[in-house]
């Protein structure tokens, strides 16, 4: 029997509904701390991941957000296998490619690509662009029509970059013309999957929606699906189909993007929303809730019983410390809108009579200011 996955080819979409694609249920990743001395030992572990759910269709774009430090990075790295996860299941075109070897993984490999976040760390400065992006072929074995080189050059006319800059190095190009670079390189194998990581954090605001719209062509021309990690909310909407918010290592809500931003039902999705600055013309008034947590997000080793958001939640009560909200659809949602809050808000991101502030310093400094 052979140790190498066979991969089925993905089909167009069932009842406008796109095939699942990737599929990740329970995924969970402990990073382990040791401590003691002279024989250090296991004392406990980061709970960077803990048990998400996500799926993305063929040819759909799947926006994850939250706040720094709640995971987005590690699920991403999990998926494309640059790290062992250490429970749940990850599949891939219908194949589980959890635990797969790095001999079962070489199909794979092609098919699902990454786009770091940081464009000056991500590229091997001691080699030159066309080298970057014909590394992956060569190591793949594949051998384009025409070229391995003409390959590059195409490549690179597709990014928005000169062919001739084949021959450069990295320290020759700016921060968004290294993050074309690293799109070419990922799109060098045609894989059906691209995990981009915080692809335009980095980079300054005057480039970013270059390159947010170079990703958006990529994906509408050559039908890729994508895993687009971002804090950034304008940049999702603008780019993803379907969002999942994530807190703590934990998906709170997952919906279309319309439900999300227009009627969204997690206490903390809330928030989230109402942080994005928006600018009222003079004859408009502030219609949108302003919410102010209290404190920092829980320590990822320790993180919260029940609910993790219930530490900064203004509606939580004792269920939420002893019972976890499984991530289910409510009522009131639509279909594929799913929410893991027991009490979850109205669907509106209208303002309310008065903003909610929980963090007791803030409001003191906002009374003495009146």
Known sequence: MSDKLTLPKPQGPVDGAAETLLSVEGLTKHFPIYGGFPIKRKVGAVQAVDGVDLTVGVGESVGLVGESGCGKSTTGRLIT?????????????????THASRRQM???????????????????????VGTIIKSPMEVNG???????????????E??????????????EFSGGQRQRI???RALSLNPKLIVAD???????????????NLLQK???EMGIAFLFIAHDLAIVRHFSQRLAVMYLGKVVEVGDRDSIYNRPRHPYTHALLSAVP????????????????SGDVPSPIHPPSGCRFRTRCWKAQDKCATSEPPLVQISGNRENHLTACHFPEDPTTEARDADIVLDPALAALEKEGE
């Not at 062992?84 to 589980?96: F, H, I, L």
């Not at 928006?278 to 947590?293: C, K, N, P």
């Open 81 to 97: 296998r640059l790290l062992e996860p250490t429970a749940g299941k990850v599949t891939y075109a219908g194949q589980d490619i």
């Open 106 to 128: 070489a199909p794979v490999r092609s098919e699902i690509q990454m786009i770091f976040q940081d464009p000056y760390s991500s590229l091997n400065p001691r080699q030159t």
């Open 142 to 156: 594949i051998n384009p029509k025409g070229g391995v080189e003409n390959r590059v050059r195409e490549l690179l």
């Open 158 to 171: 597709l990014v928005g970059l000169n062919p001739e800059h084949y021959n450069r190095f990295p320290h």
């Open 182 to 184: 690293g799109v070419a």
């Open 198 to 212: 915080e692809p335009v954090s980095a980079l300054d605001v005057s480039i970013q929606a270059q390159v947010v």
């Open 218 to 220: 990529v994906q509408e």
């Open 278 to 293: 928006e600018v009222a013309l003079d004859d408009e008034t502030e219609d949108r809730e302003r919410i102010r947590l």
